[in-house]
């Protein structure tokens, strides 16, 4: 109801005429400011998500703080996606790998050993063992990544600031050999039963009928047999892929890309990441096959010991056999897996992985 309706219609005489218009002018802008002051309030409302409504804005993303308990659980995270869904990608690879250096006879080549495994046990073979890489790994990845970022940081602080700059390699080092110390002992009983099915014909379809089979041949501390030799293959394989990483990231950003790390986008970061991942990888490869071809050996084999399988193969077969193949997955696994754990880390809020600036002592 507006003002002049409330007024007497005595007021409302030709002869009052100025004083109609005036009162209806005086109206309306009344009726228009109660309005504006409703909607004034709704939309306060709304963006402060108060009152009844509740519609408040989305809020901006909580920041994680580095190095805390929160931060190392999302690492872990990372690395169970980046190393969990990597490896089981490349399961036909693997089985091809592990074939080719258990009997090379019959598998003499890569595309020979593909040929080989599709006609024999169809193309169901050439994914043997998923399910134990899968989960394998995806444990190994996690005590992988969380860890290091944990004992890098440790050993950092023991060192002190001005070490830390000093001896970055040796931090990376140490770390990456703490963290896949305990990652294998994870790793190692799916690792073992991965094996087994992969180069035993009949053995077993997988892991749910693969772990009771081998635990029943060889006992609960069989699935550990190879945790020597795999801490052989792995801990310098991790300790080439982490320092490797870090300072071929520190040096493709000082000499290739044309611009500090800060000023590149999220896209261009982690194409640093996939490229330094690789050629990380290459030198993983080379560094860690050797003790690659022990694990194969001595899980395929009850009777199989270290010492039989040198005499066997030989010195040149036990660093060369299957490396070829064994770079190209190895390359490209460790490329993916930074891509997807750096890719994973910026999805939550946090910096990529490598070049960072160097720890400087704090003021006093």
């Not at 009726?31 to 519609?55: C, I, N, P, W, Y």
């Not at 799916?190 to 077993?204: D, R």
Request: with cysteine.
């Amino acid at each position: 109801m507006g003002l002049s309706e409330m007024l007497p219609s005595s007021l409302y005489t030709p002869a009052s005429s100025t004083f109609a218009s005036l009162v209806a002018s005086v109206s309306a802008r009344s009726d228009e400011a109660m309005v504006s002051a409703h909607q004034s309030t709704l939309a306060q409302k709304f963006r402060m998500g108060g009152g009844d409504l509740m519609l408040a804005a989305p809020a901006e993303k909580r920041k994680i703080k580095l190095y805390s308990g929160e931060f190392y659980g999302v690492c872990a995270v990372g690395g169970m996606l980046s190393c969990g869904l990597t490896h089981t990608a490349v399961t036909p690879l693997d089985v091809v790998k592990c074939n080719m250096q258990i009997d090379p006879k019959r598998y003499k080549s890569i595309a020979g050993g593909f040929s080989l495994t599709a006609k024999e046990a169809g193309l169901g073979g050439l994914v043997k063992g998923w399910v134990p890489t899968l989960l394998g790994y995806s444990i190994q990845g996690a005590g992988k990544f969380g860890l290091y970022e944990f004992f890098k940081h440790y050993y950092s602080e023991l060192a002190g600031h001005e070490n830390a700059a000093k001896y970055q390699t040796v931090l990376f080092l140490a770390g990456s050999a703490s963290a896949e110390f305990f990652a294998d002992i994870g790793l190692c009983p799916f690792e073992a039963v991965k094996v087994k099915v992969q180069t035993s014909p009949g053995f077993a379809k997988g892991l749910a009928d693969g772990m009771p089979k081998f635990i029943q041949q060889e006992g609960v501390a069989g699935l550990w047999k190879g945790i020597t030799p795999l801490w052989g293959r792995q801990i310098p394989y991790t300790m080439m892929k982490f320092a490797c990483f870090e300072n071929t990231v520190q040096a493709l950003y000082k000499y290739v890309v044309p611009k500090p790390k800060e000023q590149c986008s999220n896209n261009e970061k982690l194409g640093v990441s996939f490229a330094a991942g690789y050629i990380a990888g290459i030198f993983c490869a080379v560094v860690s096959h050797p003790a690659d071809n022990m694990v194969s050996k001595l899980n395929s084999s009850k009777d199989a010991t270290v010492g039989s399988i040198i005499k066997d193969m030989g010195w040149f077969n036990l660093f060369t056999r299957g490396l070829p193949l064994r770079i190209v997955m190895i390359g490209t696994l460790t490329g993916l897996q930074w891509g997807i754990y750096d890719a994973f880390k910026v999805y939550v809020g946090l910096p990529t992985t490598g070049a960072a600036a160097p720890p400087t002592e704090p003021a006093k």
